[in-house]
């Protein structure tokens, strides 16, 4: 029964098309939550909602690099078991061109991986922003 039980909460998980879509994007390798979200074109916080399912499921992991957080899926048999049940539309390259597109660096994207300011901390405004060695920058 522990294996149903685990298939029926695998399936469970993948029931939401957004649910797919966090995957499909996370299926090239790990991304951060400004990444999905301008690849969904939804809120944050919705998108959060629904990786939280995924995680609970044992699914993705977490990682926190400052004030970013990273996504990468922990189980890759899933995408077996997506492309089983979905058939050709679930495959790569099928329904989901556009986060395919999103996965490239976005020049405005505040992350560690797309921002060209690597030293600077980018949650205060360019007049304001401290460089990580603790020292003010002058405007």
């Not at 992350?111 to 922003?129: G, L, Q």
Request: glycine share 8%; hydrophobic share 40%; with cysteine.
């Amino acid at each position: 029964m522990d294996e149903l039980t685990s298939l029926a909460r695998d399936f469970k998980a993948l029931g939401h098309p957004v649910r797919l879509a966090i995957l499909d994007a996370l299926r090239g390798g790990e991304q951060c939550v400004c990444h999905l979200e301008s690849a969904l074109g939804m809120r944050q916080a919705y998108i959060s909602q629904q990786l939280a399912v995924l995680k609970e499921a044992g699914i993705i992991r977490e990682r926190r690099d400052g004030w970013n957080m990273y996504y990468r899926v922990i189980r890759p048999d899933i995408f077996a078991l997506i492309e089983r049940a979905g058939g050709p539309a679930s495959r790569p390259g099928k329904a989901f061109d556009r986060l395919r597109r999103a996965r490239i660096p976005k020049a405005d994207c505040p992350c560690p991986k797309c921002s060209p300011e690597e030293n600077v901390d980018r949650r205060m405004s360019p007049a304001t922003a401290i460089p990580k060695t603790g020292a003010k920058a002058t405007v």
